[in-house]
């Protein structure tokens, strides 16, 4: 396991484009005049957009050139050319990115011509993005830690010998019986799902059996004749219904005048 | 033989299927408007749009993705959208131009343009943005130098990109 020492580290980045470099001439420098920023490490230009008019006249050959020289690697870090040659002058308005190129790339800019005409009114920016670069840290020695070098460690993984005494064997008999108890309920688990897995079986043989009975069964005889008979032809007044109904009558005129 | 039919008549029925077919096609060309324009007032009998007279140009933007797929088609206006009542007659000009170009292969269009009444065309031959400005005079009186009535006046420029 190594162990670093690093900073936490982070900035928003400033998104902006410069003034028009070509204000001042057909040639500039990217200086923090033209850039409006100062022209530090963090600084990228992502794009480029110009604009000129293009005057001449037809049939004549005319190019116009934008430019900028790569101060670090030689040659040109942007150059975009326009061919007017037997085409009719006009105002052109381009914009071409360039992805985040570092401005210590980016030399001098111009722009060049070549045959017969002129460029009037002509407007170059740049954009850019800055984000602040990370502080440099002094290098800080690494320290690498092996945990099985480690001698704390070493002692405390070694192993140990002791005589036993009475509370191991106590402990080790605590033990035995706790495993006994376990292998009796683990037994009795065992046995309970097999006598459940029977009594299913069971039900499920006697259930269509008993219905089949119920339903096969016959009553004796195949029918019971009505046996009452009306004795002598009359049915006399149960008198003491209707003395009972005369009791609740009451009653109810009496729960009744409770309520008037 | 009528259980043969029957099956056939059932597979033919399980084989028929309406398979959607969907496609979306995206416009190539965008005409958008960058600068409304407005009318100046150098007179009374007077309304244009020429910044000398107090007026601003519209500028319509086409920006197109393939090359030699459309026209531009624009038309200066012939007539108020909104006005005051007007009595008498309205003499229009107008003129329609290429203001700015991103590619040189643009640089022609003014050139190439083919202009028909208050209409002028253009074969949109390379990629990219062109900008157009259109001019727009209003004369009233017909000649007779008449002053426009007090109000406000509108009118429409047409811009369309027509598939070639």
């Known amino acids: ?53 293009a005057v001449k006249e037809r049939p004549d050959d005319f ?40 401005i210590r790339f980016w030399g001098d800019g111009e722009i060049v011509t070549t045959g017969v005409g002129s460029v009037e009114d002509p407007a170059v920016v740049y954009t850019y993005r800055y984000i602040e670069p990370e502080p440099e840290l002094p290098d800080l020695p690494t320290y690498t830690y092996n945990a099985l070098e480690d001698p704390a460690v070493i ?83 149960n008198k003491r219904a209707f003395r009972s109904m005369a009791n609740d009558r009451l009653h109810n005129q009496m729960v009744e005048e409770q309520w008037r | 033989m009528k259980k043969i039919l029957l099956t056939c008549l059932i597979a033919g029925t399980a084989q028929a299927a309406e398979v959607p077919i969907e496609g979306t096609v995206q416009s190539r060309c965008l005409i958008n408007t960058d600068v409304a324009g407005v009318y100046g007032n150098p007179n009374a009998y007077t309304l244009t749009t020429t910044p000398a007279d107090g007026g601003v140009l519209p500028v319509v933007r086409y920006d197109v993705s ?30 329609v131009t290429v203001l700015e170009v991103s590619d040189v292969g643009m640089a022609d269009y003014d050139t190439d343009a083919v202009e028909y009444d208050q209409t002028k065309e253009y074969d949109l031959t390379a990629t990219g943005t062109t900008w157009f400005k259109v001019a727009s005079t209003a004369t009233y009186g017909g000649g007779g130098n008449k002053a426009f009535p007090g109000g406000t006046y509108r009118s429409v420029v047409v811009a369309e990109c027509i598939a070639q």
Do not use: H
Not at chain 1, 194 to 211: F, R
């Open chain 2, 66 to 95: 393939l090359a030699d797929a459309y026209k531009a088609r624009i038309t200066y206006p012939t007539e108020f959208s909104t006005s005051p009542s007007l009595s008498d007659m309205v003499t229009w000009t107008g003129s």
């Open chain 1, 63 to 102: 190019t116009v050139t934008i430019q900028n020289t790569n101060a670090v690697d030689g040659g040109y870090v942007f150059r975009e050319t326009d061919d007017w040659s037997g085409r009719t002058g006009q105002t052109i308005v381009k914009q071409i990115p360039v992805g985040y190129v570092p």
């Open chain 1, 155 to 237: 002692a405390a993984t070694e192993a140990t010998e002791r005589p036993e005494t009475d509370e191991d064997e106590a402990k080790k008999d605590d033990e035995d019986e706790e495993k006994k108890d376990m292998e009796k309920a683990l037994a009795a688990l065992q046995s309970g799902l097999e006598m459940a897995k029977g009594q299913d079986g069971l039900l499920a043989a006697m259930n269509p059996v008993t219905m089949t009975q119920y339903y096969a069964a016959t009553i004796p005889g195949g029918a019971y004749q009505e046996t009452v008979m009306l004795d002598g032809g009359q049915i006399k007044d």
């Open chain 1, 1 to 53: 396991m190594a162990v670093y020492s690093a900073a936490c580290f982070s900035s928003d980045p400033i998104y902006g484009y410069s003034n028009n470099a070509a204000a001042g001439g057909g040639s500039w420098s990217m200086s923090e005049s033209v850039l409006g920023v100062a022209p530090v490490p963090g600084l990228d230009i992502s794009g480029v957009l110009y604009r000129y008019t």
